[in-house]
């Protein structure tokens, strides 16, 4: 897979990058609080509940971009730059999570922060060296397109985990899994 645009060497730190940055270039949650932080994360834990139950239902004929629009209403993640964000506080510390379609940008998470991100392979940018510690769950396109269902549940189940305080995994059958250090 080709690599894409690099990102911009100096964002501003107060403004979102422009229409024609780098798509990678997204929320500056490092500098801007634009992602809300979920203090109860009781009523996502109920959502969480009622998926499991067949109450709240996510269409995956649409594509990866169909289950995003479900995964943001269930998990009541905000919309910025081509990426989806939420900011919960659970009793192991602030989770911030993104779901993409593309691989993240390290310097848009808080570096105090448990960082997680999550992406299908649409679209693959050269990773940058950052200061922020994050994770990175990278699912192939051809691994969701093979069991969308599948990928909704695993991404499900490792929220639910986190929200209760426990680590966030992912199935290795499903997602590679990448820790990235601070540089």
Same mark, same amino acid.
Not at 18 to 44: E, F, G, M
Not at 111 to 132: G, M, R
Not at 149 to 167: K, P
């Given at each position: 897979? /080709?690599?894409?645009?690099?990102? *911009?060497?100096?964002? +501003?730190?107060? =403004?979102? %990058?422009?229409?024609? @940055?780098?798509?990678?270039?997204?929320?500056?949650?490092?500098?801007?609080?634009?992602?809300?932080?979920?203090?109860?994360?009781?009523?996502?834990?109920?959502?969480?509940?009622?998926?499991?139950?067949?109450?709240?239902?996510?269409?995956?004929?649409?594509?990866?971009?169909?289950?995003?629009?479900?995964?943001?209403?269930?998990?009541?993640?905000?919309?910025? /730059?081509?990426?989806?964000?939420? *900011?919960?506080?659970? +009793?192991?510390? =602030?989770? %911030?999570?993104?779901? @993409?379609?593309?691989?993240?940008?390290?310097?848009?998470?808080?570096?105090?922060?448990?960082?997680?991100?999550?992406?299908?392979?649409?679209?693959?940018?050269?990773?940058?060296?950052?200061?922020?510690?994050?994770?990175?769950?990278?699912?192939?396109?051809?691994?969701?397109?093979?069991?969308?269902?599948?990928?909704?549940?695993?991404?499900?189940?490792?929220?639910?985990?986190?929200?209760?305080?426990?680590?966030?995994?992912?199935?290795?059958?499903?997602?590679?899994?990448?820790?990235?250090?601070?540089?």
């Amino acid at each position: 897979m /080709g690599s894409g645009p690099t990102y *911009s060497d100096s964002p +501003s730190d107060n =403004v979102n %990058s422009s229409i024609t @940055s780098s798509p990678t270039d997204t929320l500056r949650t490092s500098k801007n609080s634009v992602a809300k932080l979920i203090k109860n994360p009781l009523p996502i834990l109920s959502n969480l509940q009622k998926f499991k139950n067949g109450d709240f239902h996510i269409d995956c004929s649409k594509g990866w971009n169909g289950v995003l629009r479900g995964l943001r209403k269930l998990l009541q993640l905000q919309y910025r /730059g081509n990426s989806n964000y939420a *900011s919960y506080y659970t +009793s192991a510390g =602030v989770l %911030s999570l993104r779901l @993409s379609g593309h691989n993240a940008n390290g310097n848009n998470f808080n570096s105090s922060h448990i960082n997680i991100s999550v992406f299908v392979a649409l679209f693959e940018y050269e990773h940058i060296q950052t200061n922020i510690q994050y994770t990175e769950f990278k699912i192939k396109e051809e691994t969701f397109n093979n069991d969308p269902q599948r990928i909704v549940l695993e991404i499900v189940a490792a929220v639910e985990r986190a929200l209760n305080g426990e680590d966030f995994i992912m199935s290795e059958e499903v997602a590679e899994k990448y820790h990235y250090e601070c540089k």
